[in-house]
């Protein structure tokens, strides 16, 4: 067998990480949800800001068991015999597993918080869905090259997996042209962001002046607003969703004022709502802490002319039984 075989099958098979950082994710998620149950209201509180937490337990994770802690082994590796070194085929010090540990839990503290601010009438949105698609394309297509097979938080700790039951030898030389494909995967990422925001501008422009109002009307969460088509009775049916997710678990008269609040901001913004048949405003309650999150509706669907009626009977304070 020539060296650079050997070298190469030193390398732990790409789809043997990959099944290794799925087991991970499931542990990481089952603790989440456990923790969540213990203390959903105190991970409400956190707002968005709870996927730091996410962050904190992924990283720590990471650090411990891919470093000295766990002799460079998750549960995952473990399970599917890899492991983690450095280039003399040791286990990481503390620096370098710290590195590693962290870059990979900004997977799960990214992943999905698109969704914390709203659809995709929002440009925030369109961004931070990009965004998580170029983490995980960065990491795991465009940067892990054949030769060395290291994603990103390898590439930036100095670090390698491998397989568990082979002999490491020095690693080959890197990818010469990384920085080429790298640089051309992230001006495609650009340019495909642009081009969606330019595609999908026409079609949302109208209903940004609806969420703006709504986002004022709520004072504080995000609001995704979107026009939802059906059909009722042999009839296309159009209905304004208004969404909003609140962290947090108010009582069902502050439920009420709130809904009020957002239907009237969105009847009153200027828009024609011409052919809409209904106004739903969607409040979510709960929690998301990358790990985990815990989401329950409170639903309000009425007409236009019901929402009117409604808005114009004697309004009841925020703390009315």
């Known amino acids: 067998?020539?060296?650079?075989?050997?070298?190469?099958?030193a390398l732990a098979p790409f789809w043997r990480r990959l099944a290794a950082l799925a087991a991970d994710a499931l542990l990481l998620t089952v603790f989440g949800a456990l923790l969540g149950i213990l203390d959903n209201r105190g991970f409400a509180h956190l707002g968005p800001w709870g996927r730091l937490?996410?962050?904190l337990i992924a990283g720590t994770y990471f650090t411990l068991l891919d470093g000295p802690g766990g002799d460079g082994r998750t549960l995952g590796k473990r399970l599917f015999g890899i492991r983690v070194v450095n280039e003399d085929g040791d286990v990481p010090g503390w620096g370098?597993?710290?590195?590693?540990?962290?870059?990979?839990?900004t997977l799960f503290a990214v992943g999905g918080a698109a969704s914390s601010i709203g659809s995709w009438d929002d440009p925030r949105t369109l961004f931070l869905e990009l965004l998580t698609a170029a983490v995980v394309f960065s990491v795991y297509l465009t940067a892990f090259e054949r030769t060395r097979r290291q994603g990103l938080h390898d590439w930036a700790a100095g670090t390698f997996v491998a397989r568990a039951d082979a002999e490491w030898t020095e690693p080959p030389p890197p990818f010469e042209r990384r920085a080429l494909v790298l640089g051309g995967a992230l001006g495609a990422w650009v340019a495909l962001g642009a081009l969606?925001?330019?595609l999908i501008r026409p079609a949302v422009e109208p209903l940004s002046a609806v969420r703006a109002a709504v986002e004022r009307a709520l004072d504080g969460p995000?609001?995704?607003?979107?026009?939802?088509?059906?059909r009722e009775g042999g009839r296309a049916a159009r209905t304004l969703v208004l969404s909003a997710r609140l962290y947090r678990y108010p009582g069902r008269a502050e439920l009420d004022v709130l809904s009020d609040r957002a239907a009237?901001?969105?009847l009153a913004a200027g828009v024609p709502l011409d052919g809409v048949d209904a106004v739903t405003v969607d409040l979510r309650l709960g929690y998301d802490i990358g790990l985990a999150s815990f989401w329950r509706a409170y639903d309000t669907t009425l007409s236009p002319d019901e929402w009117r009626a409604r808005l114009a009977a004697e309004p009841k304070p925020l703390d009315a039984p």
């Open 1 to 9: 067998m020539s060296a650079r075989t050997s070298e190469r099958s």
């Open 53 to 55: 937490v996410g962050l």
């Open 96 to 105: 370098r597993a710290l590195v590693r540990g962290f870059l990979l839990g």
């Open 196 to 198: 969606s925001w330019i």
């Open 222 to 230: 995000r609001v995704a607003a979107r026009l939802v088509e059906s």
């Open 264 to 266: 009237g901001a969105a």
